[in-house]
């Protein structure tokens, strides 16, 4: 089925008088607090159907919208590939299709809604605003690279507001491409309270990064071609951070294929979209420091909030180790290099994470994978964390003898059961038991967990007293 064809049938049922279904389920409120109450471990929240529905004509933007930034954009943007992931595949139990949102040539989605933003207000404007105007917005730095590209790109100054928190990569980059940058506030809220600042100072358009209805629109376009690469899609499941990329894509894909389901995933650290949905609207959330940095939004926006609440079906959490490991997969299984955030998706669908469950095994699930621009020195703390998190990256105290050949003896079993040592501390000082012994503090690299068990039973066996860390945080003797 075409692009063209489907429009014509989507716009067809929007045309269509609505038959009045059954009332939607009244969650009470004690119920709806039940499910957002911190005790919980990583709620999975539903859509707030117990809020007042209205016509989806009358919402922020429809699928005519996209449509229209679909064929606006896509002379300047990179039309990103859909592929199946067979390794993943078989590792999740389901059939895995990544979309390669960070091949932009900026590393991110965010180009989409940029390039649509920037047109909008040059058709609505006109040439004057490229030398008496320009735009202006606070990023973390995806938005901000993407803005200050194609801002360049189609002669429009730039001027971005970045948190303290943005990663140096992304700074860099927005500089070299002619963006003027401000280093202000402590997280993208702060961050967007300064620049709005300067919107009434210097008379630039403020291009709000996940809430301007031409972004969401941008943003729905990844939809259009999810559809048309992997038709008969069963799931989609889209990281959230200020939810302008999930109201975009979930407009599109419940246009196109109303049956496909639509859930979110943020971290757990970050759960703005939660917050929102537990209060009804969006509501500020204290945010800490996470891997998906991008993600790490402390309100979600109105309009893209109150796009998702009509389409989305469902959001959960992830954790810091499922998105360790997650980018830890994608570079050793599809050699693809993904932040944090752009790897959510993925963590949420890992052994053990929330979306490791029955009604997904076996479907088609489609993730985009949103940005891919990540700092050298983070990604190798990630790498670390992730291999940490695998049981494949362990670390262990223990006793051995204080002469000669004593450490000779612990390393010579360490290498008979295979474990490569990656870091190895002597200290004589803190063991007060016997004088003749020293601690050892050793890292090693291992297989995975049937090999640590291993060895820490090989140790066990030659009388070594060992304190060995887990990585659950729990710290066995």
């Not at 389901?94 to 058709?123: C, M, P, V």
């Not at 003898?401 to 450490?407: E, F, H, L, Q, T």
């Amino acid at each position: 089925m075409t692009f063209l064809s489907m429009f014509s049938s989507a716009v067809a049922r929007k045309e269509e008088p609505v038959e009045k279904k059954e009332e939607p389920k009244k969650f009470p409120k004690t119920e709806l607090k039940k499910a957002s109450s911190p005790e919980m471990k990583a709620p999975s929240l539903t859509s707030p159907k117990c809020l007042p529905r209205q016509n989806l004509n009358d919402l922020p933007i429809t699928f005519a919208d996209i449509s229209r930034a679909h064929v606006n954009i896509r002379s300047g943007v990179v039309r990103t590939t859909c592929e199946k992931s067979h390794f993943l595949s078989e590792l999740l139990g389901a059939n895995i299709y990544l979309k390669s949102e960070f091949r932009q040539f900026t590393g991110s989605f965010k180009e989409r809604g940029a390039r649509n933003a920037i047109k909008q207000l040059l058709l609505k404007h006109g040439d004057g605003f490229k030398k008496n105007g320009g735009v202006i917005a606070a990023s973390a730095g995806n938005h901000a690279l993407a803005l200050a590209f194609h801002g360049k790109e189609l002669g429009v100054p730039v001027t971005v507001v970045m948190p303290t928190v943005a990663p140096l990569a992304k700074v860099d980059k927005c500089r070299k491409f002619g963006a003027k940058i401000i280093i202000h506030g402590a997280h993208i809220g702060e961050a967007k309270i300064f620049a709005e600042k300067l919107v009434e100072s210097e008379g630039s358009c403020y291009v709000n990064g996940y809430d301007d209805p031409p972004i969401l629109a941008g943003a729905g376009t990844i939809g259009i071609e999810m559809v048309d690469d992997v038709p008969d899609m069963d799931f989609v499941i889209v990281p959230v951070g200020g939810a302008g990329l999930i109201a975009g894509i979930s407009c599109a894909v419940k246009t196109l294929k109303p049956d496909c389901k639509v859930i979110g995933v943020e971290p757990e650290r970050a759960a703005s979209y939660h917050a929102a949905m537990a209060a009804g609207k969006p509501t500020p959330f204290n945010v800490l420091s996470t891997l998906g940095d991008g993600l790490a939004v402390p309100t979600v926006g109105a309009h893209a909030f109150e796009v998702a609440r009509h389409y989305v079906d469902e959001c959960v959490l992830c954790t810091e180790k499922e998105i360790s490991i997650a980018i830890l997969r994608l570079i050793e299984n599809e050699k693809m290099v993904v932040e944090g955030g752009g790897a959510a998706g993925l963590a949420a669908l890992l052994p053990g994470a929330q979306l490791d469950r029955p009604d997904i095994k076996g479907k088609n699930v489609v993730i985009p994978l949103c940005g891919g621009n990540i700092d050298t020195t983070t990604l190798g703390r990630v790498i670390d964390r992730g291999l940490a998190a695998d049981d494949r990256l362990c670390n262990f105290v223990g006793s051995v003898s204080d002469r000669p050949g004593g450490i000779a003896n612990l390393t010579a079993i360490l290498a008979a059961e295979g474990a490569s040592i990656k870091d190895i501390y002597h200290e004589r000082a803190w063991l007060h038991t016997s004088v003749d012994q020293v601690q050892i503090k050793c890292v090693v690299e291992l297989q995975g967990k049937d090999h640590a068990e291993r060895l820490q039973n090989a140790l066990h066996a030659k009388g070594y007293p060992l304190v060995w860390n887990k990585n659950d945080g729990k710290i066995k003797v």
